[in-house]
T-cell receptor, first 114, second 115 residues
Framework: AQSVTQPDIHITVSEGASLELRCNYSYGATPYLFWYVQSPGQGLQLLLKYFSGDTLVQGIKGFEAEFKRSQSSFNLRKPSVHWSDAAEYFCAVDPTGGGNKLTFGTGTQLKVEL | NAGVTQTPKFQVLKTGQSMTLQCAQDMNHNSMYWYRQDPGMGLRLIYYSASEGTTDKGEVPNGYNVSRLNKREFSLRLESAAPSQTSVYFC??????????????FGQGTRLTVV
């Protein structure tokens, strides 16, 4: 079945440490890939997206993600985490390419220790 | 910029009551969506509208109806609310296809409790 998996429900990192959040998808072809962030009580904000081309994409707030076709993964990274990055992060895919039907992972809750 | 505006922000309903969640976007996007968010389940698509005048079911449409009133507005109606519909509801909009896809822009959400 087609799916999006975020294997880590909770992650805790120290401020200033590096971060990697995992996302794996199960689709026949390369879907359109997105990462979103949700702060408490807020809607979701788009961090970055990948459609094709360079497999390392840069987003807002210093985040980047790397698409690896061989691993069906689209992991989110940040070299140095700030306390304000504490939030929930969602990976999403659109297999149709039309931007109409996003399927979301279950999210990873990030806690940042000062 | 207002972006995507949802009303109300909070609502408590009794089982069997009906209500309509309103959503409006000012980005001139063609596509609009309704999602529900439940703990541990991410966001699930209820209905979407690819363009004015069209609507389609998503993953969890049962118990809901939608209306794409015009290009700006997309409402979600619960005809007879059930406790299982207790959730946070998000409206979103997007534009483009292929490499022009913007990604979805989300409203702030409506927290609905059905008692």
């Amino acid at each position: 079945a087609q799916s999006v998996t975020q294997p880590d429900i909770h992650i805790t990192v120290s401020e200033g440490a590096s971060l990697e959040l995992r996302c794996n998808y199960s689709y026949g072809a390369t879907p359109y890939l997105f990462w979103y962030v949700q702060s408490p009580g807020q809607g979701l904000q788009l961090l970055l997206k990948y459609f094709s081309g360079d497999t390392l994409v840069q987003g807002i707030k210093g985040f980047e993600a790397e698409f690896k076709r061989s691993q069906s993964s689209f992991n989110l990274r940040k070299p140095s985490v700030h306390w304000s990055d504490a939030a929930e992060y969602f990976c999403a895919v659109d297999p149709t390419g039309g931007g109409n039907k996003l399927t979301f992972g279950t999210g990873t809750q990030l806690k940042v220790e000062l | 910029n207002a972006g995507v505006t949802q009303t109300p922000k909070f609502q408590v309903l009794k089982t069997g009551q009906s209500m309509t969640l309103q959503c409006a976007q000012d980005m001139n996007h063609n596509s609009m969506y309704w999602y529900r968010q439940d703990p541990g389940m991410g966001l699930r698509l209820i209905y979407y509208s690819a363009s004015e005048g069209t609507t389609d079911k998503g993953e969890v449409p049962n118990g809901y109806n939608v209306s794409r009133l015009n290009k700006r507005e997309f409402s979600l109606r619960l005809e007879s609310a059930a406790p299982s519909q207790t959730s946070v509801y998000f409206c979103a909009s997007s534009e483009g296809s292929g490499t022009a896809v913007t990604g979805a822009f989300f409203g702030q959400g409506t927290r609905l409790t059905v008692v």
